[in-house]
């Protein structure tokens, strides 16, 4: 895979489907912890089984909010990095982070609401911002990575 032209298109895939599997995976979480608060201790195996379900239920939507969100967001990115000192790995972290937030609070504002459970709260959002820095990075490193010839 050492041509771009499947480079980028692989890495972007790999950073779609990780936002989409974390994002969703920490909106359960959010959504679970906040049961606690009415009392209600969620055990561990439950906790897996329902992350499981959300990722099967709402992963195919949250990719596709993150795969619009991405794009520009990468885009911007790679042509800022021209300038811009720094490791890729981060700034492709931040992109990403900061698109699903914007993408979050522009849907809350046609919407009305987040669509996205976990996403009601400072926090929540926050948690969103680090599951897709964390699709960024992984990006990045797929972008980076070349096969022994």
């Known amino acids: 895979m050492n041509s771009p032209w499947l480079r980028i298109p ?9 936002a ?19 009392g209600i ?10 992350t499981v379900h959300d990722i099967a239920g709402m992963g195919p939507f949250y990719a ?34 900061g698109a699903i937030v914007t993408a979050i609070l522009i849907v809350r504002y046609f919407v009305g609401g987040t669509v996205i459970g976990g996403a009601r709260t400072p926090f929540g959002l926050l948690t969103q911002a ?5 699709a960024g990075w992984l990006f990045a490193r797929v972008m980076a990575w070349k096969r022994p010839e």
């Open 130 to 134: 680090l599951a897709c820095g964390a």
């Open 20 to 38: 989409a599997v974390l994002g969703c995976a920490a909106s359960t979480q959010i959504t679970l912890n906040g049961l606690s608060g009415f």
């Open 64 to 97: 596709q909010i993150a795969a619009v969100a991405f794009l520009p967001a990468f885009a911007i990115a790679a042509f800022l990095l021209r300038w811009v000192p720094g490791p890729r790995p981060f700034w492709f972290a931040v992109a990403a982070g």
């Open 10 to 18: 692989a890495a972007y895939v790999v950073a779609v489907a990780a």
């Open 41 to 50: 201790d969620v055990p561990l195996t439950d906790r897996l089984s329902a």
